[in-house]
Every structure is written in structure tokens, then in C-alpha cells.
T-cell receptor
Framework: NAGVMQNPRHLVRRRGQEARLRCSPM?????VYWYRQLPEEGLKFMVY????????ESGMPKERFSAEFPKEGPSILRIQQVVRGDSAAYFC??????????????FGPGTRLTVL | QKEVEQNSGPLSVPEGAIASLNCTYS??????FFWYRQYSGKSPELIMS????GDKEDGRFTAQLNKASQYVSLLIRDSQPSDSATYLC?????????FGTGTRLTIIP
């Protein structure tokens, strides 16, 4: 049973370029969450999605960041015009659809973004 | 006041001893509580979840929850060098997890 998959594992971008991070949830999971971990800081929630719906994007920066989870394919976190402050580890987590209140979230290996 | 607070450590414990990790949270309506282990450069790994007041045991790990005191703890018995990691306390509210900054644990052989 494959876990949460993320790619790429490492991504290097120059300032002003776009970063596109992908996440495939665990089999049977339809809830996807994105978190960001800045160097020497804690994990911060960014966005919660279900298929074709953004449920909670309260942690997303207002500009340059967007997320989607299409009917087919992985969830995508997109960062436009990256700046050095975007350098961080971006983690995706997924949870199953039943017992909503108590659902455990399982994390993928993360994408480490470096902005030069 | 931070929403989820942990002592950042580092916490050093001799091999074979009990490691005790603590966490407090501010949101009284929180219902679900989790402990994750994160090795350096790796992703968080879920090791315990607890939803009701009291103790929950799983192997060498025991999670304790006291909702009245807004307090969660994790005990690791018979600590092993492989337990050396950062332990993250997470509280679930409105589907999203709020994490503490983590406690760095070192097991001394």
C-alpha cells in the first residue's frame, strides 16, 4: 500500500521562476493538506483540499500561491515568481474520508524548495 | 500566546530510561491530538493519536491527555538511540493540524 507520494523531492528555482509541487495521496484517501516548514521553524498549515474543491486556504499567502486537486491526477501547489523567502520544505498529507473528526493525517516525504 | 506549546529542548535521556515530552494547547474545543516524530531532513511520522482523556499505550509509547488542563504528553519507555529525533505535538481543529515547534530528544547510549 503506497504512502503519500510527492515530487520532485528537491527543486531549485531562481528568483522570479515558477515552482510546481505535486502530491498523490494514499490509496483510498481523498483529503489532501499542504504544510510548509521553514528552516528552524514549525510546520504551518497552508491549504486543505478535496477533489475539485478548496475547503480551507486560510494558511495560504494571499499572492503568488495557489493549489488545486483535480478530479484526475495529483494535487498541485503552485508558487509563482518565487522569492528567497519561499525556500522551505513543503509537505503534503492525506487522510481518509470516514470518521472525519478523528482522521489521522499521513505525510509524504516532502519537496525541498531552494530559491537562488 | 502560542496555540500549541512545547519545550524546544534539547532533552537528553540515558538509553533505557523514560523520556517524557509535554505539550499544552490553547483552543479548548480541540478534539484530536497527535504526536509525530521527525528525523532530521525527513518528513513527520505519526506515532500516536489520542482523542479521550486518560492514557493510551502502544508498545513503548504512552500518550496522555487531560482536556481540563489542556495538556498532552508522550512517554517513551526503554528509550533507544533510534528514538533520537524531534517530536512534534499536533492539535486538530477544523480539519487542519496546528503544530508545536517540537522537542528535540537525544538518547545517550
Amino acid at each position: 500500500n503506497a504512502g503519500v507520494m510527492q515530487n520532485p523531492r528537491h527543486l531549485v528555482r531562481r528568483r522570479g521562476q515558477e515552482a510546481r509541487l505535486r502530491c498523490s495521496p494514499m490509496k483510498g484517501h481523498s483529503h489532501v493538506y499542504w504544510y510548509r516548514q521553514l528552516p528552524e521553524e514549525g510546520l504551518k498549515f497552508m491549504v486543505y483540499l478535496q477533489k475539485e474543491n478548496i475547503i480551507d486556504e486560510s494558511g495560504m499567502p494571499k499572492e503568488r500561491f495557489s493549489a488545486e486537486f483535480p478530479k484526475e491526477g495529483p494535487s498541485i501547489l503552485r508558487i509563482q515568481q518565487v522569492v528567497r523567502g519561499d525556500s522551505a520544505a513543503y509537505f503534503c498529507a492525506s487522510s481518509p474520508t470516514d470518521r472525519l473528526t478523528y482522521n489521522e493525517q499521513f505525510f509524504g516525504p516532502g519537496t525541498r524548495l531552494t530559491v537562488l | 500566546q502560542k496555540e500549541v506549546e512545547q519545550n524546544s529542548g534539547p532533552l537528553s535521556v540515558p538509553e533505557g530510561a523514560i523520556a517524557s515530552l509535554n505539550c499544552t494547547y490553547s483552543d479548548r474545543v480541540s478534539q484530536s491530538f497527535f504526536w509525530y516524530r521527525q528525523y532530521s531532513g525527513k518528513s513527520p511520522e505519526l506515532i500516536m493519536s489520542i482523542y479521550s482523556n486518560g492514557d493510551k499505550e502502544d508498545g513503548r509509547f504512552t500518550a496522555q491527555l487531560n482536556k481540563a488542563s489542556q495538556y498532552v504528553s508522550l512517554l517513551i519507555r526503554d528509550s533507544q538511540p533510534s528514538d533520537s529525533a524531534t517530536y512534534l505535538c499536533a492539535v486538530k481543529g477544523n480539519e487542519k493540524l496546528t503544530f508545536g515547534t517540537g522537542t528535540r530528544l537525544t538518547i545517550i547510549p
